[in-house]
């Protein structure tokens, strides 16, 4: 066996898992209804499905994570609590072989996923408008997809740390709150607290910069701030609070560092997850 | 179950999933323009031509845009949808086409009249009742040296009655000019077309997910 052979191994227990069905067809269902229900106000037939995929992008950057880690978080965990990952390296695999092979395997998942909620939300957008900017729902379902890979990737390395599903399953919804509700709930939001260790413990003037930058560590942060990369202008929105109306965003607040932000979150985890995984006494 | 049948049930899901989810992206439904006479206004003609309205006489639409204004004032939701060939030719659909985003009151009056025509009705015309909000315009007030020096009941009274007659032919002459507000757009979420196509996709979404899983399962 392979890594090819793992991850098509994988993809095959994968697909035969009636929740992941089922959710992929909930999803699609409701992906459905919101490009049917959206009305656009004044909007010319390509504005209004640009719009639909605009508003349907707030509501992945809070879904996508959580059918990102639904589908990987026991890629290796499961594996390990069951003693297949025994068998698995007593093949002739190596541990990358197992490690990169799940990880293709929950990444070619989750595509297919998304890729199928896209399509369901753009023949409905469509038939109900008439009009595909083709380049723009292209354009939106790569940065989906790229975040989304981002939690298969957390996922999976946390699935590689952890032994138990118990654990992978804490670990998922605690990795969920951390990098994604914490920065969308208010009262308990990264921001506030950044900004009252800054100006009230440490007694600095207030930098609106320094708590955007903190923000934007957070891959839903970057999220946001990608789909601006892919729309037309009267379509981009403010995702950072600015210190005085015309003011203009710090390079480092562009809408392009919003790929950094997803390179570095792609590769750290994987970094560790492999590392832990590859030093791990199975 | 025997499973040829299921084999063949699961192909049948897949290929109707595939084509009822496919097929509506191929036919979408048409535009079509809406004529809206639920704004209404309580200026009458004048004014409105000197805010930059264009005012049209009834008898001078075309037989096509006045079939339009009166199938708009028999509808009940004071709104009339025709497909978007099928417009007449003096009304506005695109008037606005050219126009930004409207955030500013400014902005939605300039769009309003962008995309309005007033229609002065008959007088006497055996057309349905006008919907504009003639019920919202009051009579003024009395004027003060009036009242005050109106003593007796008698002269209370006769002016009382002046300043309703006033407020009669005002509303009369409102009544008599019709904004009907116009645009271009997709049909409402209730057209029968658009329902069809969302059965197909929500059909075909089902038939996919159902068809995939049978086919995928050990």
Request: glycine share 10%; net charge negative.
């Amino acid at each position: 066996m392979t890594l090819r052979d793992v991850a098509r191994k994988d993809f095959t227990a994968a697909r035969r898992s009636r929740g992941l069905w089922a959710v992929m067809t909930l999803l699609g269902l409701l992906t459905t209804l919101i490009a049917f229900g959206f009305s656009g106000y004044r909007l010319g037939p390509a504005e209004t499905v640009i719009a639909i995929f605009r508003t349907m992008g707030g509501m992945f950057g809070l879904l996508l994570p959580i059918v990102a880690l639904v589908a990987s978080y026991m890629a290796i965990a499961g594996e390990r609590e069951s003693g297949g990952v025994k068998f698995l390296l007593g093949l002739p695999n190596s541990r990358r072989d197992v490690f990169l092979g799940k990880l293709a395997s929950r990444l070619g998942v989750v595509t297919v996923g998304v890729a199928f909620m896209f399509t369901t939300a753009t023949v409905m957008a469509v038939a109900r408008n008439g009009a595909l900017p083709l380049g723009v729902v292209a354009g939106l379902f790569a940065v989906s997809l790229l975040y989304t890979a981002v939690f298969v990737a957390v996922a999976v390395a946390l699935s590689a740390i952890v032994a138990q599903r118990s654990r992978a399953i804490a670990a998922a919804v605690g990795s969920y709150f951390v990098l994604v509700m914490l920065y969308v709930i208010p009262g308990v939001s990264v921001a506030l607290v950044v900004r009252f260790v800054h100006q009230t413990l440490l007694g600095f003037e207030p930098n609106v910069d320094l708590y955007n930058a903190v923000l934007y560590t957070s891959p839903l942060i970057a999220y946001r701030k990608a789909m601006n990369l892919v729309v037309p202008a009267q379509f981009e929105r403010r995702v950072l609070q600015r210190a005085s109306e015309g003011d203009v965003l710090p390079a480092y607040l562009g809408d392009e560092v919003s790929l950094l932000v997803f390179a570095v979150w792609l590769a750290v985890p994987l970094a560790l997850g492999y590392w832990r995984f590859e030093g791990a006494d199975l | 179950m025997d499973d040829g049948i299921v084999d063949t049930a699961t192909a049948v899901l897949l290929v109707v999933g595939v084509v009822a989810l496919l097929a509506p992206a191929l036919f979408p439904v048409q535009q079509v323009l809406y004529h809206d006479t639920g704004v209404g206004t309580t200026m009458n003609g004048t004014e409105l031509e000197a805010r930059g309205y264009t005012v049209v006489e009834y008898e001078n639409l075309s037989e096509r845009g006045q079939d339009i204004y009166v199938a708009t004032l028999r509808s009940p939701d004071r709104s009339y949808t025709v497909p978007a060939d099928q417009g007449a030719p003096e009304f506005p659909y695109d008037g606005a086409d050219d126009m930004d985003e409207a955030n500013d009151r400014e902005g939605y009056e300039e769009r309003q009249r962008r995309t309005s025509i007033v229609i002065e009705r008959p007088e006497d015309a055996d057309l349905p009742p006008p919907h504009e909000p003639v019920d919202r315009i009051r009579a003024e007030p009395p004027e003060p040296e009036q009242a005050a020096a109106s003593g007796g009941e008698t002269a209370t009274s006769a002016s009382e009655s002046a300043r309703q007659q006033r407020l009669e032919q005002r509303r009369a002459a409102v009544g008599r000019y019709d904004l009907v507000t116009v645009r271009q757009g997709t049909p409402p979420v209730t057209d029968s077309g658009t329902l069809l196509r969302l059965g197909s996709v929500l059909l075909g979404t089902v038939g996919i997910g159902l068809g995939g899983y049978l086919r995928s399962r050990p």
